[in-house]
């Protein structure tokens, strides 16, 4: 059933009832959907694994109901309704990628041969796949009372969560098994599928509206018109919004659906500026995910961390530019004409990042800076906070890699920083130029020097900093020892150089 009006020709203040008149699930439909879950749910538990497979006996252990159906963003006549199968087969991420091919075509014959008796007709999809390692099994099912075909699509997991409070965060150990067995983005999503379905489930009623005309412009202005091109997955453009509602409104469940719908279509229009994550049901407090959650920030934009699953990154290797071109033909329609657009919504392209300012001989300082901003504004809030009269020499350094300058002119965007960072200020006076010193360990120090100085003025400068004392310390340049009585300019030792310090034993 198509809706009476199209999208583009309803003007902002109806979208409430545009939402409400065509997109809202009505009875018969959700009644129709709840149906075919609880026939598909009745058979993989009470039928499908009755009979003894050849590797052992498999026990369904539960089964979770995802996608829009799952999380409550149901569209009216539009449902993609996941099963998620947790069975005891799988112990491990190991398990499920090496049985779940044949548990799948297990499936898919016990499906046909029973399909009598559900009292629906049922097509399988063929996936192209499917002949090497299927990941999911799909087909489309209909009621002999219906003209409607629900698609279904039953995944097979690893119950990596076991008995969890979906309120509370998952054991750190849990994320590091999925990074360390994860071969391909997502791979193992399915996995987390509970927490997935309660982060968008909890969204307040009037948030999961917006979400459904998201979706709807999604499934009838973007993929009709794009139908070959690889298009996100409509979670990337649920997940788009909720963070837009997050920043524009600070999650008030009292807001314009117009404006909603604007800064949506802002945000996609603007996709090369984006990164964002949550921080729920995984941080960056234990080192393996921290480290990995870092990498995946480095990656090229748009970036959307799944909140459930941070090998998904939901922004990668898709059209985001004819999503984009569409975005920008929906703001020039009456749909996204607000009443009044100076209470447009301000959504920032990424969070604010947490800054940690270090100097040597005072204490740590923070501020909350928005990574697109210039530096130089950075820079401007610091002189107040360190009292400095010379020039501002910024560095910062990711771990296992190299002490690195930030220019002025330049954003943390622009360094691909996107999540807490420490930053070292260092006040200079002409001539002096900035050196880094790293040592053994990895600390890495920045240090003012004239370049007319000699080696053995810079070794002075390290003790006086509370390093080895001079007659203790080695410094090296491009692998070759450094000589006391040479100066840094006489090395061609240049602004911004790293040199090693190794301590005599």
Request: proline share 5%; net charge neutral; hydrophobic share 35%.
């Amino acid at each position: 059933m198509e809706p009476f009006q199209d999208l583009y020709e309803t003007p902002g203040d109806r979208l409430d009832a545009f939402v409400e008149q065509n997109l809202q699930p009505q009875r018969d439909w959700k009644k129709q959907v709840m149906d075919v879950v609880q026939r598909i749910v009745q058979f993989l538990q009470n039928q499908c694994f009755h009979d003894k497979l050849h590797w052992d006996r498999v026990r369904v252990l539960k089964v979770v109901k995802g996608g829009s159906s799952g999380k409550g963003t149901m569209l009216n006549y539009s449902s993609d309704l996941d099963l998620v199968l947790f069975l005891s087969c799988f112990s491990s991420f190991q398990d499920q990628a090496q049985l779940r091919g044949g548990i799948i075509r297990f499936i898919e014959e016990k499906l046909v041969y029973c399909s009598r008796s559900l009292a629906y007709s049922i097509v399988v999809v063929q996936h192209r796949e499917r002949a090497k390692s299927p990941r999911s099994l799909s087909f489309w099912i209909q009621s002999r009372k219906s003209s409607t075909a629900i698609r279904v699509n039953v995944l097979p997991a690893f119950d990596a969560l076991g008995h969890f409070c979906p309120d509370s965060k998952p054991a750190p150990e849990i994320y590091e098994n999925l990074i360390n067995n994860a071969s391909r983005p997502g791979e193992f999503s399915p996995s987390f599928t509970e927490l997935q379905r309660h982060f968008v489930k909890s969204c307040p009623t009037k948030l999961k509206s917006l979400l459904r005309l998201v979706k709807h412009w999604y499934m009838q202005n973007l993929k009709r018109k794009y139908r070959r091109e690889a298009l996100p997955p409509k979670y990337a453009l649920e997940l788009l919004t909720i963070f837009a509602w997050e920043m524009g409104t600070d999650k008030s469940e009292n807001f314009n659906m117009d404006e909603g719908l604007v800064a949506v279509m802002e945000l996609l229009r603007d996709y090369k500026d984006i990164c964002i994550y949550w921080t729920k049901f995984y941080d960056f407090q234990n080192e393996t995910v921290r480290n990995f959650i870092k990498q995946q920030l480095k990656e090229c934009r748009p970036i959307i961390l799944d909140p459930a699953d941070p090998t998904n990154n939901l922004g990668r290797e898709k059209r985001w530019d004819v999503v984009a071109q569409e975005a920008v033909y929906c703001l020039q329609q009456v749909c996204c004409r607000t009443e009044d657009p100076s209470q447009s919504w301000h959504v920032q392209r990424a969070r604010d990042i947490q800054v940690t300012v270090k100097r040597t001989g005072q204490e740590a300082w923070t501020l909350a800076v928005d990574p697109y901003w210039p530096i130089w504004k950075m820079e401007t809030e610091m002189k107040r906070w360190c009292a400095l009269h010379g020039e501002q020499r910024l560095s910062f350094r990711e771990p296992g890699g190299r002490r690195q300058p930030l220019s002025s002119q330049r954003t943390l965007a622009d360094y691909r920083i996107f999540s807490k960072v420490n930053v070292r200020v260092l006040e200079t006076f002409p001539p002096e130029i900035q050196v880094f010193i790293e040592d053994c360990s990895g600390q890495n120090r920045p240090y003012a020097i004239d370049p007319d100085a000699s080696i053995y003025d810079l070794k002075e400068k390290i003790e006086e900093a509370g390093g080895p004392r001079v007659e203790n310390q080695i410094l090296e340049f491009q692998d070759r020892e450094l000589w006391d009585h040479h100066s840094l300019a006489d090395l061609q030792i240049k602004d911004c150089d790293t040199m090693m310090l190794i301590r005599r034993s």
